[in-house]
């Protein structure tokens, strides 16, 4: 699973500190890429910006996205990547603290895999990133980079 790259967007530390150590007592042990905002996130996935020379044929396994995010929010990372070839069938899940169910309604209408509320006790928290490192690192199936456009 090592080469399975996660790619966390999420613009607060204190909840990308608590997701990594909730990976990390999993022993979710994937490389796991930061983008502190949307804008990082569309950089690091496109190959543009601080990213630019990118191999970007090396997709991350799974997206977790903010949704309340600086500079472009969740919900238009979501939509720029559903509209690209090149990212359209990446496995994103939202991964968020927004309790607006028109949030989830435009999430899952613009193409996410998946909408994850974080609990806000860290146990619980742990059991959730445990399951869904493995569901989206062990169990499910992506398309083959070459086939994804």
């Given amino acids: 699973m090592p080469d399975k790259v996660i790619l966390l967007v999420e613009d607060n530390p204190d909840d990308e500190e608590l997701t990594l150590r909730a990976l990390a007592k999993n022993n979710i042990r994937n490389e796991v890429v930061v983008a502190r905002d949307g804008a990082e996130a569309l950089d690091y996935l496109f190959g543009t910006g601080e990213y630019a020379g990118r191999d970007t044929s090396k ?27 090149r990212t359209n069938l990446l496995a994103i899940v939202i991964l968020t603290s927004s309790k607006e169910e028109q ?16 609990p806000v006790d860290f146990g619980q ?6 399951q869904l490192g493995l569901y989206w690192l062990v169990l499910n199936e992506t398309p083959p980079a070459g086939k994804r456009s």
């Fill in 59 to 85: 997709t991350p396994q799974v997206i977790l996205l903010d949704l309340k995010l600086p500079k472009i929010d969740g919900l238009e990372v979501l939509r720029r990547l559903r509209a690209d070839e």
């Fill in 103 to 118: 949030d989830i309604v435009t999430g899952y209408k613009l193409g996410a895999n998946s909408y994850i509320r974080k």
């Fill in 125 to 130: 928290f742990i059991e959730a990133v445990r």
